[in-house]
Each structure stands twice: as structure tokens, then as C-alpha cells.
């Protein structure tokens, strides 16, 4: 770095995530009985003062009197303070070290605790400019050093000037005495840190808003402890995903835009231009056109079970890797399951109905417990396995069908066939996927093969019930109830129609496709797809991804993580090998896997190394995404 470039830096809210001012007096009025409203006064004070809206002195005096602080308060306010670093600037700790002849902490707050927390970090004790207490001899604070120019309004402005500063200098702070710097034509740059405050009036007035000490240091082209300032990395959330997902991105410091509806294929086409991250649910079509024009995009999450809407294939060879949430909604489906079995074994729907009629039919005819009965699952994967767990749970015996291989749970069966299935259950409940061979998988045939009096639910997907045959065995009293969720043709919105063969017909619920649909399920959504799309960004984890090549990664520690998407053609893993190996780089750690169109290879390499490899990785042929993780 050159000698002449100055920074200068802020504490309160910007070094600490606080005001030193709020903790102490936490400390000072712990056991005081007017704690609460002295308290909320002290935040008042300080507000005020960081707007500019009260004399600093005057500011700096009504908080001494409010708190009336001890020196054994402030041994205690530093130990606290030390463990409210900012985040950036605790992982960046080596630019402190590293510039600490140039850097100058400014406060109008206090040398008595600020120079035990900043010197920690390598700045030098000279460096540190503030104010200072005055004490009574007895370890009472009962005052300031009043000629002191930061405690007075444009105190950071005269110590400035003092000091005199041969070079460039640049500010960072989140109030607006820091911004007085560059007003006064002293500073060259004011960056207003939103790290843990936003003062609108502060925010106005600046050169750049840094979220980040990253973003300051990435600005300035200085090294930074991250590969990437988190707060660059644009994230789109759209269709009013749930708010424990927007909390989670911008708790991890990404740029998170929001839309409560869905786009069409231009308006997205047009959004997601800067866009590194997309947050759909069902609606929102991610077509090849959309994705052509998705440059910066590296992962979509979508925030539900099924990714039909998503061109899967283009996004794979433009290096998107796509995330959702296969086992968020499991638990909800089992229990409606569960609830309908139960309701149907007993009539309790017809019962209910007939009630609201005036009818009161009280009879214990064709009702039955499901204790002891078969339930027979058909597709026997996370839904399958929890039903299954439950319904012993019950007291049911479990008996079950799947056409891979599958491990029983607890004491179910596994039946060789369908038709054993079939024949033995009272009981028969669908949870195959959706493809497409799966179509009319239960028609007549099969139903014909079921017991007399059994009870049938498909909440899985409409088209594997051939749904006439459904209603004929209703009505033929062959089948005794059933429950079904799904359709082979279900209604685009709330305000249409919805017309089935089923409707009318005795102890037969009918649901609109709500099996999944529980806030605990969208919650879990929330967080789950949140989780997979970050352990993505920062780690290049993939486990999971619905088109990626699935790698767990262990955390990158003490090393650099090169991730190189590229098109599945052989040669390219050793094209990697050679680059590194003709610019004398250290392997630490290597993973490769691929699918039918890609390859993902992870490559940890020690930190020192010329940064001219890494154009040359990028300009290896059939490279699709490359990226540096640190
Ligand atoms: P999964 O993929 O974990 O399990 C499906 C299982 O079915 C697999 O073990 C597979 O081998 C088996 N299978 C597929 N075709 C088969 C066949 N013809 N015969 C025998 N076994 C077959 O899926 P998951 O999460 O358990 O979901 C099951 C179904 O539930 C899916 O169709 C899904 O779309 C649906 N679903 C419905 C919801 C609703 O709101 N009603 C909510 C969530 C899921």
C-alpha cells in the first residue's frame, strides 16, 4: 500500500456492533431502580447527538450524570466491548495489522475503553483519538477533559487538523460527525458503514455505503478476508417466500430484494440480469431464455417440493446449480394421511354431513378402529417411511411396496408385488413420485384385486389413479371411502371451478392439494432452502442439488477453494493438474464428480500463489463457472 492513503475509522456502531455508551449503562445502572427509563433516556441522548440535533458536550454530560459510572464499570464495559467486534472487522483482523501506521480510530467517545479493545487488533495506542474521563480519586467518573476537541461539536474535524495527515484520507463510520469529516474537505471519501446501523441522514451524505468493513477493502482493492464481499452477491426472492428465508440471506449479509407475486418470462428475463441468487415457489417458469440472460446467477433455490418449473437441463449447463426442499412438507402429508384414515375407517365425514342436515344417525355399523388393521403403502420413500412409523405407532400392521430396494422400518413387511399388497390390505394408501410411467398405476385392474370395504387415499400425484374406476368402486361399495388430494387436471386458481368425476360421491373426502400445506412445512421450507443455497455460495457444497453432481465438502480451512463447473467432456480434470503443476501449486485437497453434462471439480490449494493461475483456470476450454472461495 501506498504510505499516503490514511483511514480513519469510527467506533461506536462501527468498530462494535454497539454504542459503549448503551452497554455501560447496563452495567452502571444494573441494580438501579429507574434502570429501564434511564436507560432508553442514555439511547435518546446518544441518538440526538448522532444526528447532529444536540451539542455534543451537553450530550457527553447528561449521560455522566444519568449513569454516574466507576472505573470498576468500565473494566467491565471493555470486556464486554471486546466481544462485540464488528463481524467484518474480526475477520479482517490482518488489515489492522498490516496498515496500523495509517489507521486512526476517532471517537467522541472514550480512550479508557476504546484503546483497550482497538489495540488488540494492532492499532497503534497514538493512533487512537478520544476523549477521556475525570475522576474524583476515588474511582468515581464525574466528568471529562473539556479541552479536549472531541468533546466538542466538530471535535473530529479540529483533531484532524491537528494531526495533519500527509496522504489521502478516507472515513468510515455510520454517524454524522464522521461525515463532517468529509464535509470540511479534510477527508478525500466518506463511507458510511451499515454494518449494524442505518442512520438515513448519514446514509444521504455518502461517497459508498459499505454493509461491510469487506466492501471498504474490496472497494480499495486492499486484501480482504473473504473471497467476496457477501453484500455484492444480489439476491432475488420472489412469490412471497417466507420470511424466515429473507431474515436467514440478510442475516448472512447478502443484498436481498423481494417481490410478493411471480414475474413473467421478461420481466425475469429483465431482473435477472445482476442477479447471483433466485428464490422461486412454484410459479415463477425459469425457462432456457430466462437463463440465457441470468450472467451472474449461480444457484436458484426453489423454495417447495418440485422443480418442474425450472428448465433444469439449461440451468445445468450454465453452471446453476438448483436447490429445494425434498423433506420439508413430509410430516405434514403423513399426518393428513394419518387424519383421513381414521376419518374414513369410521365414517366420520358422512357422519358429519349428515349432522349439519339435522340428521342424527347413531350406529356403530361399518365403523372400525385402525388398530390392528393392514395399511398397505405403495412407494415407500420419505413419505412412505414416515407413514409407516406412525401408523405402527397406531397399532396398525404396516405392509409396504416399492420397486427399488427399500429398508423396512420398525416391523413393516415388504411385499415381492403390487398384487400381494393389494390383496392383503385394509388400507391402501399412494406415495409414488410423479413420473410419468407412473401413469393410471391403480385402474380397475387394481382396484379389483383390493379387499372388499377398503379404504383408499392417493396424496401423492393425480394422474397414477384412474380415477373413473376410483368412482365406479365407490359406488359399487367395493371400495368403502377414500381421501383424495391430488388431480390429474387441478384448478390454475382459487376462482376456478373444480370439476371431478369424485365429487358427490359417499365417504369420499376430497382436498385441494393441501398435504404439504402447513406453516410448519412452509417453514421448514424457509430455512431449509436458505441453508442449501449458502452452504452452496460459501462453501460449494452441493449435497442435495437437484442437478448438480452431489458433494459434501469439509470446511475450507487455511486454504484458498478453486470450484470449476465445466462441461462433461474427458481431459479436463488433468488440464486442471497441469495449470496448477506448471505454476508450482500445492494440492491440499481434490473432489470430482459429474453427471450426464457437467463436471464439479473442487480443488483446496495453499494461499500463496500468483494470482496469474487463476486466469488461466478460467480460461480453460469447456469451462462453464469458475470461482475462488475464501
Ligand atoms: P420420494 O421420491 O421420497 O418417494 C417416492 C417413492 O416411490 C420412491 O421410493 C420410489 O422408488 C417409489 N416409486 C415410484 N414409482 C413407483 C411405482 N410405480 N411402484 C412402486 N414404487 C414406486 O417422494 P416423497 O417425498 O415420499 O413423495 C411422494 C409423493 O407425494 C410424490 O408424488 C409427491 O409429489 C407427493 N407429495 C404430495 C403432497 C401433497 O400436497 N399432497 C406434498 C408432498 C409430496
Known sequence: MKPNKYFVIDFDSTFTKVEAFDVLADIALKDHPDRESSKKKIADITNLGMEGKLSLRDSIQQRIDLLQPEKRHILSLVSHLKGLVSESFKRNKDFFATHSENIYVISNGFKEFIEPVVTEFGIRKENVLANEFVTDGNGKIIGFDVNNPLSANQGKVEQLKKLNLPGDIYVIGDGYTDYEIKHSGLANKFYAFT???????????????????DEFLYLN??????????????????????????????????????????????????????????GIRSKTQVTAKVLENANRLMAIGAFCIGTNQIDLKAATQKGVAVFNAPFSNTRSVVEMAIAEMIMLIRGFYDKSNKMHQ??????????????????????????????????????????????????????????????????????????????????????????AQMKKGVIFLNLSRGHVVDVNALRENILSGHVAGCAVDVFPYEPISNEEEF??????????????????????????????????????????????????????LPTLENAHRLIHVHHNVPGILARINQTLADNGINIVGQYLKTNELIGYVITDINKEYDKEVIKQLRAIEHTIKFRVLY
Open 499 to 552: 370439476i371431478s368425476e369424485l365429487r358427490g360421491l359417499p365417504n369420499t373426502i376430497l382436498t385441494p392439494h393441501i398435504g404439504g400445506s402447513t406453516l410448519e412445512a412452509q417453514e421448514n421450507i424457509g430455512s431449509f432452502v436458505p441453508g442449501k443455497l449458502m452452504d452452496y455460495i460459501n462453501n460449494g457444497n452441493t449435497s442435495n442439488s437437484v442437478n448438480f453432481p452431489n458433494l459434501t
Open 195 to 213: 454494518e449494524n446501523v442505518e442512520r438515513e441522514s448519514v446514509l444521504a451524505k455518502a461517497d459508498h455505503i459499505t454493509p461491510s468493513l
Open 358 to 447: 339435522g340428521k342424527w344417525d347413531k350406529s356403530a355399523k361399518g365403523s372400525f378402529e385402525v388398530r390392528g388393521k393392514k395399511l398397505g403403502i405403495i412407494g415407500y420413500g420419505s413419505i412412505g417411511t414416515q407413514l409407516s412409523v406412525l401408523a405402527e405407532n397406531l397399532g396398525m400392521k404396516v405392509l409396504f411396496y416399492d420397486q427399488e430396494e427399500k429398508l423396512a422400518m420398525g416391523n413393516a413387511t415388504k411385499c415381492k408385488s403390487l398384487k400381494e399388497l393389494l390383496h392383503e390390505s385394509d388400507v391402501v394408501t399412494l406415495h409414488v413420485d410423479g413420473r410419468p410411467t407412473n401413469a393410471n398405476i391403480i385402474g380397475k385392474h387394481e382396484f
Open 221 to 278: 482493492k486492499l486484501n480482504t478476508a473473504i473471497s467476496y464481499p457477501k453484500n455484492r452477491i444480489h439476491v432475488l426472492l420472489l412469490e412471497n417466500v417466507h420470511p424466515v428465508a429473507i431474515e436467514l440471506m440478510k442475516a448472512e449479509g447478502f443484498n436481498v430484494e423481494t417481490y410478493p407475486a411471480g414475474l413473467d418470462e421478461d420481466e425475469l428475463c429483465e431482473k435477472i440480469k445482476n442477479v447471483s441468487v433466485l
